[in-house]
């Protein structure tokens, strides 16, 4: 159902608030003063899958009233992720991949269009530019191309392919990429098994592992495994790894049907490679499983400094029945927030149980002054939240009207 979804229309977009409308204009009027400031954008997705972009004035307008895009705000396709002070909504539809940003009447413009065939896992790097891993959905080549998108540019400023293949010469059992990320000169990119022979992609359960590369020329350096926990992070998610602002590298392992795996003997948890190194550390291990929490942790939105938001399933409703519904919008998960150095849990209180991300994840959560913000699916009801990350208090913001998600929020400067 979910892959259906995607296939369909994988990008998330960026939309305004349904009070503000979005002008087509490119340059200001002579006559105008030159806009200096910032805005705010959100992507926004229609129950009927269509998406939009939409910018706003001030983030307290994500706290009040309806948020919908009817009539307002640019049809944009695009998987939308905020880099160096641009969206880039990248599609790999004909339409081509654009940024956007503010011209200097402040409105929010599309810039020059890159053509990318494949998008299967994305994340950011030390010096504000994109990772972009393609991969073939059926199997039909064990070879993925990773690239680095640099924004000032509008290009693709290197890419290198590498074999995905788990034994060489196999080419029915490979390594699939959850996200990536770049700690100094290295490139991280966390994977699972899966059985891809007569494309009936099957996946496995799995040690964590992580392929390294050098950064930024992308050559491959090794694989490393942890068997303490299982396979880092959840398809199309990218929310299984994170860099904190020491430069260590996080990873979060669900071990979970939620998460769309064959649970495993081991816990779910959290493992660290610290800056510089590339090699997992063998004297942590965050054990969510066995944690307070009692649960399996889904995935991670880095709040600033050593914490991270997460979303995870108590380990009593983790089941057969409950198999990918992070892709869904049953509501059967709970937050908490994580000082990953010090190991310390604060539950996130006023928020309820809620649903997955679908295909959202990176970028979802838009972190400013203390507080985080980010849709939820509550039932019947979409809307945005917001989080104070010192006392881990939500308070109810904004319903999403037409839809069920802003799959990206941030922000532009002029």
Known sequence: MFINKFQKGFALAFLSLSIFSCSSDDTAPKDETVFTGSKYVASYWLADYTQYILDFNSIDQLMTGEISARGV??????SCFPVENTFFALSTSDEGSVSFFLNDAGKLTAGSKLALESSYAVGYTDDKKLINIAATWDGSSSECELMIYNPAKVAIENRKTNDFSVTPGNKDILYWPTGAA?????LFVPVYMKNVKDKKNVVLSSDAVIKVYKYPSLEYINTIKDTRTA??????ENTG??????????TFSSNAHAGG????AVSSGILRIKKGEDKFDANYFFNIQESSLNGKVLAAYPLGGEKVFISYIPNSIDSEDTYYNFLGTKTIFKSAILDLA???????TGLPDHGGDEFFGLGSMFVENGKAYKSFVIGEVARVYQIDIATGAAKAGAVIKEG?????IGKLTR
Do not use: F, M, N
Not at 231 to 236: E, K, L, Q, S, T
Not at 342 to 348: A, D, G, N, W
């Open 73 to 78: 705000g640019k049809e944009q396709g695009g």
């Open 182 to 186: 770049v700690s100094g000169d290295k």
């Open 231 to 236: 396979a880092i992070g959840i398809y199309y």
């Open 241 to 250: 790894i994170v860099q904190t602002a020491s430069g260590d590298i996080y």
């Open 261 to 264: 795996y064959p649970p495993t």
């Open 342 to 348: 010090s190991k310390t849990i604060l539950p996130v």
């Open 404 to 408: 069920l998600y802003l799959p990206a």
